[in-house]
Structures are given as structure tokens and as C-alpha cells.
């Protein structure tokens, strides 16, 4: 009984200290993004400027105040939330699945989105006005993902296996509308093209605003589950002996995972592999237990985002779907190895 006491204190404090240094990390790297784009802005005065905005110093009247508040940081923060978001859909889908291959778009939600973004900007320009795309992508990816669990469904269970393959089987049935849809486009191929490489070119504070609630509540609604989770990674059956029921928390957790990934790509498109890579970076530094791993791989997501986006706009705006891919096909082979090697 001590040792077991002494072992989660010991494994509580490993944890505290994993989070102060990730969230230190975090407040580093939002300054120095910042300071990073076409026109240098010093850290120092980056500080000295959100300080005078809080009240903290005295006020500042520097040139680069426009750029730091009305272009970088509603920016930051959106890659922050998007990050989180992807992050937080990943490590659930790979505890629900128990698959390390899952990500957020495997059950067809970025197919949804681009259906849905395409079909707004092809047919429906400006009928909601600015937000047309965005909340198209969110019914599509929303819409895909009742497709796919409706037809998994079996007696009112889901087998993972039969949701897998179904993903898969609408994911490519709905990239072939979105070909489609990307055949007859005309002058609005252009618009499609560069929603589905998915970047922040756009970003502003009312899309931080409306993206931050629904993030927030789905985030903190799927950590209810992480002792759910952490016992159904035991074995479905050993999860219902104690008292879990299984089949609710995956409907839950899915329609959960749909909500918080269709928020986050409405506004700046499909970002892929962000769900696939952070959540096996983070395990690495706290272990698989989901009562760390959600909060720590929500803040590694978007500290991963935020630094990938840096550098698109280092490279002159290249979108950060590109680079986001450069480094999760390489994490995918590996993975696909590592998996290959257990099996032999």
C-alpha cells in the first residue's frame, strides 16, 4: 500500500512538472512567433506591448503594434486552438480504436469538410457571407461522421473494425464527389485548391472567438472520459465489470471527436497528421495514462502547430498543411514499420 502511494506520488509530481515546462514552452513560443514574419519584431517589445495592453507598463505607440495584435497573434491563437483540437481528437480516437494509426480524418471527417467547403464555394458564394465555408465544411465533416457510425452500426453496437473500413469507404466515395465537384468548379478551383492544403492566411479575432467555446466544452467534455478510456485500453470486456458502458462512451467520444475536428478545420481546412504524430510524442514523455495525455498533448498540439505555421510564413506563405504533411509521412512509414515488425 506505500509503495503504491509512493509510486503515484511520485508519478503525479512527474506529471506536474511535465505540464509547468509545457506550458512555459508555450508562453516562449508564442512571443518568439510573434516576433517571426516578413517585418522582425524584437521579443522585448512584443512583451512591452501586450504588457501596456493589459495595463501592466506604460503604453506603447510603436508601428508594429497592427501587426503584432491584428495580424500574428489572431493567428497564434487560432493555430493554438486548432493544434489543441486536432491533438485532443487523436489521442481519443487511438485509445478508443487502440489503433496507433488513427487519426481525426480515418473515420471521414476532413472528406466531409472538403465536400462541404467545395459545395459552399462552388455553389453557395457568400450565401451566409463570409462564414459560408466554414460552416458548410462543419455540417460536412459532422454529416460524414453520422454517415459512417450509422452505417458501422450493428444491433446498437459498433465494432472498431467495421467503423475503421467504413471510414475508408466513405472517405473515398466522398473524395470522388469532391473530384467531381473540383471538375466542374471553373474559376472556383482556385478557392477549393487552397482551403484543402489548409493554412491561417485568413485568421482573425472573430474566428478565435467562435472556435474557442465549442473547443473548449468538447475538450473538457471528452477528459470526463479519460478513466473510461484508460480502463477500456484493459479490454472492452474488463471495462463493462467495472460498470463501463462501452458502446455509449464510443458514441460519446465520436460524435465528440467529429465536433471538436469540424471546428477546427471550418476556418482554416483540412491540416493533416497532426492527430497522428502528437499523440505518440506525447506518450513518449508522460505515458499512455489519459488523465495526462489529454491536457499534454493538447498543449504539444498547439505548440507543434503554432511553430509549423512560423515557418509556412517563412517560406512565404506556404500553406501549413504542406508542412505538416513533410513531417507526418515520414512519422506514418515509421510507424507502419514499427507495426510490421511486432506482427513478424
Known amino acids: 500500500m506505500v509503495k503504491t502511494k509512493t509510486g503515484y506520488f511520485k508519478k503525479f509530481i512527474h506529471w506536474k512538472m511535465v505540464m509547468i515546462y509545457l506550458v512555459a ?10 516576433a517571426i514574419g516578413p ?13 501596456s495592453k ?3 507598463c506604460e503604453a506603447s505607440s510603436s508601428i508594429n503594434e497592427v501587426i503584432i495584435f491584428q495580424i ?10 486548432v493544434g489543441l483540437s486536432l491533438a485532443t481528437a487523436g ?4 485509445g478508443l480504436f487502440k489503433n496507433p494509426m488513427a487519426d481525426p480524418y480515418i473515420i471521414g471527417i476532413a472528406s466531409g ?15 451566409f457571407s463570409i462564414y459560408t465555408t466554414p460552416f458548410m465544411a462543419f455540417l460536412g465533416a459532422v454529416f460524414a461522421t453520422f454517415l459512417v457510425y450509422n452505417i458501422a452500426k450493428v444491433g446498437g453496437r459498433i465494432p472498431v473494425d467495421t467503423l475503421l473500413l467504413t471510414g475508408i469507404a466513405i472517405s473515398l466515395f466522398l473524395g470522388a464527389v469532391l473530384s467531381f465537384m473540383m471538375s466542374v468548379a471553373g474559376e472556383a478551383l482556385h478557392n477549393i485548391f487552397f482551403w484543402l492544403m489548409g493554412g491561417f492566411w485568413l485568421a482573425n ?3 478565435v472567438k467562435i472556435t474557442v467555446l465549442p473547443i473548449f466544452v468538447c475538450f473538457f467534455l471528452i477528459y470526463i472520459f479519460a478513466k473510461d478510456l484508460n480502463a477500456m485500453l484493459l479490454g472492452e470486456e474488463s471495462a463493462q465489470t467495472l460498470g463501463i458502458n462501452v458502446e455509449n462512451v464510443k458514441k460519446i467520444l465520436l460524435i465528440l471527436s467529429a465536433f471538436i475536428t469540424a471546428a477546427a478545420v471550418c476556418f482554416v481546412g483540412t491540416i493533416g497528421f497532426v492527430g497522428l504524430i502528437i499523440p505518440h510524442i506525447t506518450r513518449i514523455l508522460v505515458g499512455p495514462d489519459h488523465r495526462i495525455l489529454f491536457p499534454a498533448s493538447a498543449l504539444v498540439g498547439g505548440i507543434f502547430l503554432v511553430w509549423t505555421d512560423a515557418l509556412a510564413r517563412l517560406l512565404g506563405e506556404m500553406p501549413v498543411g504542406i508542412i505538416t504533411a513533410f513531417f507526418g509521412a515520414p512519422f506514418f512509414i515509421y510507424l507502419l514499420k514499427r507495426r510490421k515488425r511486432g506482427l513478424t
Do not use: D, K, N
Open 113 to 127: 469538410a472538403a465536400v462541404g467547403a467545395a459545395l459552399s464555394i462552388t455553389f453557395l458564394p457568400r450565401f
Open 91 to 94: 489521442t481519443t480516437l487511438q
Open 25 to 34: 514552452i508555450l508562453g516562449l513560443t508564442i512571443v518568439l512567433t510573434t
Open 72 to 81: 500574428r497573434l489572431p493567428r497564434i491563437f487560432l493555430g493554438l486552438l
Open 54 to 56: 493589459l495595463h501592466l
Open 39 to 51: 517585418v522582425y519584431v524584437p521579443p522585448l517589445e512584443i512583451v512591452a506591448l501586450v504588457g
Open 205 to 207: 479575432w472573430t474566428q
